[in-house]
C-alpha cells in the first residue's frame, strides 16, 4: 500500500505543470503579453528583459531650511542635515543636527525655528530633539505601526507635525504633539480625498494642503469641531502625474517624474504655474521641497542628485544650479530582478495571465 502511494506521487510530481505557470518561469521580459498589466505592480522592463521594483513613495526624501541654504535629507546611514560653505562651494554635512540613528525613514520635516527633525517611516513617525550637542533617539518621542505613512510636515515654534497617510485608496490625517515629552495622537481623520501624494501646513495657521496626483486640496480647521473642512474655492485642478509637493502659504512647488512647476494660488480660487518660477523639464524627479519665504527649491532625482535652484527675486532670474550627487537614498534606484538570479516576482505582485 505504502509502496503504491509513494508511486503515486511520484508519477503525480513528474507531470508537467500548466502552460502559464511554466510561461511564467521561461519568460524572457522582452515584451508584456504574457503579464497582467492591471495587477502588477512590477516594472516591466522590455528593453534589457528585466522586471523592476516599484519606486517607494518618498514625496519629502528631502525638507530646505529656511535659514541659510541647507536642507535636511533620508538616506540609508541616517538623516543628514547638509548646509552649504559658500568657501568650499559644496554642501557640508551638519553632523550635530543630523541623525545618523534614524536609518529607514522615507520623509522627513524640519521645526524651521530650532532645526528639531520629524522623520517618517513605513508605518511610523519620530520626533528627534536636540539636546545641546547633538540630536537625541527618545524612544518616547517614536510611534510605529500608524497605518501607510506617506508625508510629514511640520509646525513652526511648536512640538507637532501633521502626517498623511493611505487607508485604502483615501487621505487619512494625524496629528502628533510631543509637547509634554511624549508623542500624543491627538488627532486622526479619514477624508474622501483619493490618491494622496503629500501634505503641508499652511504657514502661520492650523490649515493644511493635501496633494494628489492630480489636485491641491485646501484644509481648514474648524475650532469648533477639532476637525478638518475642505475649502472648495481654494482647490487647485489640471495637474498630472504628481510625486511630490511643497507648500508655503500660497505657493506650491509640484513635481511628476519629468516636470516640475511652482503654482501660485489665485485671488478668485484655484491657482495656476508660473513658468519663470518653475523648474521645468526634469528626470526621474521624486522629491520636491520649496525653501519657506522663498522661491528657492530642491529637488531629488532618480539618479542620486540633489538639484538646489536660488532664484534672485530682485534680478529675476534663477542664480543657477547647485548639484551634489548622494549615496544610498532610501528611496532612489532601482533593484533589478533578472530572471536567472531568483524566482522572487511574487514580492512585486508580478501577475501572469493564465
Same mark, same amino acid.
Given at each position: 500500500?505504502?509502496?503504491?502511494?509513494?508511486?503515486?506521487?511520484?508519477?503525480?510530481?513528474?507531470?508537467?505543470?500548466?502552460?502559464?505557470?511554466?510561461?511564467?518561469?521561461?519568460?524572457?521580459?522582452?515584451?508584456s503579453?504574457?503579464?497582467?498589466?492591471?495587477?502588477?505592480?512590477?516594472?516591466?522592463d522590455?528593453?534589457?528583459?528585466?522586471?523592476?521594483?516599484?519606486?517607494?513613495?518618498?514625496?519629502n526624501?528631502?525638507?530646505?531650511?529656511?535659514?541659510g541654504?541647507?536642507?535636511?535629507?533620508v538616506?540609508?546611514? #541616517?538623516?543628514?542635515?547638509?548646509?552649504?560653505?559658500?568657501?568650499?562651494g559644496?554642501?557640508?554635512?551638519?553632523?550635530?543636527?543630523s541623525?545618523?540613528?534614524?536609518t529607514?525613514?522615507?520623509?522627513?520635516?524640519?521645526?524651521?525655528?530650532?532645526?528639531?527633525?520629524?522623520?517618517?517611516?513605513?508605518?511610523?513617525v519620530?520626533?528627534?530633539?536636540?539636546?545641546?550637542?547633538?540630536m537625541?533617539?527618545d524612544?518616547?518621542?517614536?510611534?510605529?505601526?500608524i497605518?501607510?505613512v506617506?508625508?510629514?510636515d511640520?509646525?513652526?515654534?511648536?512640538?507637532?507635525?501633521?502626517?498623511?497617510?493611505?487607508?485604502?485608496?483615501?487621505?487619512?490625517?494625524?496629528?502628533?504633539?510631543?509637547?509634554?515629552?511624549?508623542?500624543?495622537?491627538?488627532?486622526?481623520?479619514?477624508?474622501?480625498?483619493?490618491?494622496?501624494?503629500?501634505?503641508?501646513?499652511?504657514?502661520?495657521?492650523?490649515?493644511?494642503?493635501?496633494?494628489?496626483?492630480?489636485s491641491?486640496?485646501?484644509?481648514?480647521?474648524?475650532?469648533?469641531?477639532?476637525?478638518?473642512?475642505e475649502?472648495?474655492?481654494?482647490?487647485?485642478?489640471?495637474?498630472s502625474?504628481?510625486?511630490?509637493?511643497?507648500?508655503?502659504?500660497?505657493?506650491?512647488?509640484?513635481?511628476?517624474?519629468?516636470?516640475?512647476?511652482?503654482?501660485?494660488?489665485?485671488?478668485?480660487?484655484?491657482?495656476?504655474?508660473?513658468?519663470?518660477?518653475?523648474? #521645468?523639464?526634469?528626470?526621474?524627479?521624486f522629491?520636491?521641497?520649496?525653501?519657506p519665504?522663498?522661491?528657492?527649491?530642491?529637488?531629488?532625482?532618480a539618479?542620486g542628485?540633489?538639484?538646489?535652484?536660488r532664484?534672485?527675486?530682485?534680478?529675476g532670474?534663477?542664480? #543657477?544650479?547647485?548639484?551634489?550627487?548622494?549615496?544610498?537614498?532610501?528611496?532612489?534606484?532601482?533593484?533589478?530582478?533578472?530572471?536567472?538570479?531568483?524566482?522572487?516576482?511574487?514580492?512585486?505582485q508580478?501577475?501572469?495571465?493564465?
Amino acid at each position: 500500500m505504502v509502496y503504491r502511494y509513494l508511486l503515486l506521487m511520484f508519477f503525480l510530481l513528474s507531470l508537467p505543470g500548466p502552460a502559464w505557470a511554466l510561461t511564467v518561469f521561461e519568460d524572457d521580459f522582452n515584451n508584456s503579453i504574457n503579464v497582467d498589466m492591471i495587477k502588477t505592480t512590477a516594472i516591466i522592463d522590455t528593453s534589457d528583459s528585466s522586471v523592476k521594483l516599484p519606486t517607494m513613495s518618498t514625496p519629502n526624501a528631502i525638507a530646505m531650511s529656511k535659514y541659510g541654504d541647507g536642507y535636511a535629507i533620508v538616506t540609508k546611514t #541616517g538623516i543628514l542635515v547638509n548646509e552649504y560653505d559658500d568657501a568650499t562651494g559644496a554642501a557640508e554635512i551638519n553632523t550635530a543636527f543630523s541623525c545618523p540613528f534614524i536609518t529607514d525613514a522615507i520623509g522627513v520635516a524640519i521645526r524651521q525655528d530650532n532645526l528639531n527633525l520629524w522623520a517618517i517611516r513605513q508605518d511610523g513617525v519620530q520626533y528627534a530633539k536636540f539636546n545641546g550637542s547633538a540630536m537625541a533617539d527618545d524612544p518616547a518621542l517614536k510611534a510605529s505601526g500608524i497605518g501607510q505613512v506617506l508625508s510629514v510636515d511640520a509646525w513652526e515654534n511648536n512640538d507637532k507635525a501633521v502626517v498623511l497617510l493611505k487607508n485604502g485608496n483615501n487621505a487619512q490625517l494625524k496629528v502628533f504633539n510631543a509637547q509634554s515629552g511624549t508623542l500624543v495622537n491627538e488627532l486622526t481623520q479619514n477624508s474622501a480625498i483619493q490618491d494622496p501624494v503629500a501634505v503641508s501646513i499652511v504657514k502661520g495657521t492650523a490649515d493644511l494642503r493635501v496633494t494628489t496626483k492630480d489636485s491641491i486640496y485646501y484644509l481648514m480647521y474648524d475650532d469648533g469641531t477639532g476637525q478638518y473642512i475642505e475649502d472648495p474655492a481654494k482647490k487647485v485642478t489640471g495637474l498630472s502625474g504628481i510625486v511630490s509637493s511643497s507648500s508655503d502659504d500660497s505657493t506650491h512647488a509640484v513635481t511628476s517624474n519629468t516636470n516640475a512647476q511652482l503654482i501660485f494660488d489665485s485671488d478668485t480660487g484655484g491657482g495656476a504655474a508660473v513658468g519663470a518660477y518653475s523648474i #521645468g523639464s526634469v528626470s526621474g524627479a521624486f522629491a520636491i521641497s520649496l525653501k519657506p519665504g522663498s522661491y528657492d527649491q530642491a529637488l531629488v532625482t532618480a539618479a542620486g542628485e540633489v538639484q538646489y535652484l536660488r532664484y534672485d527675486d530682485a534680478a529675476g532670474r534663477w542664480l #543657477g544650479t547647485l548639484q551634489w550627487n548622494l549615496q544610498d537614498c532610501n528611496s532612489w534606484g532601482a533593484i533589478w530582478l533578472r530572471r536567472n538570479i531568483g524566482l522572487k516576482y511574487s514580492l512585486l505582485q508580478l501577475n501572469m495571465k493564465k
